[in-house]
């Protein structure tokens, strides 16, 4: 089954008659990204910051709804759904934090959150 990062990328392809490889110049990420995130059903992670920014310029899709279909692509839980801003000052440092973190921190403050709500859900 489809999930929404598939349709976004698959219409925009089709609107324009683009291929993989003519989205990949467009996003300056590679061919075999692009393919991928347009034929996954689910993602093992969430694509890179500069992947789905480069990715939205390039397809021409505003980044909060791809960040929010990556995200539900990969079974995460952003804080991007269409939720009030928070009253919780902790939350909202959290959210204004993560954007100067290196890329590769992000990844790993991002695993830590999934296994926090994996384990909140089992146990």
């Known amino acids: 089954m489809p999930n929404t990062l598939q349709d976004m990328i698959k219409h925009k392809l089709d609107q324009n008659g683009w291929s993989y490889g003519d989205a990949a110049r467009r996003s300056g990420i590679s061919r075999s990204t692009v393919h ?26 505003p980044l909060a709804p791809l960040q929010r279909a990556a995200a539900r692509a990969a ?3 952003l804080y991007l759904e269409d939720a009030p801003e928070s009253s919780d000052p902790e939350v909202e440092i959290l959210i204004a934090s993560v954007h100067k973190l290196s890329p ?14 994996r384990a909140d859900s089992t146990g």
């Open 75 to 77: 079974g995460v839980n």
């Open 104 to 117: 590769t921190d992000r990844r790993h403050v991002a695993a830590l959150v999934e296994s926090l709500l």
């Open 36 to 61: 991928h995130l347009a034929t996954s059903a689910r993602l093992a992670q969430m694509p890179q910051q500069s992947t789905l920014e480069g990715l939205a310029k390039g397809l021409g899709i």
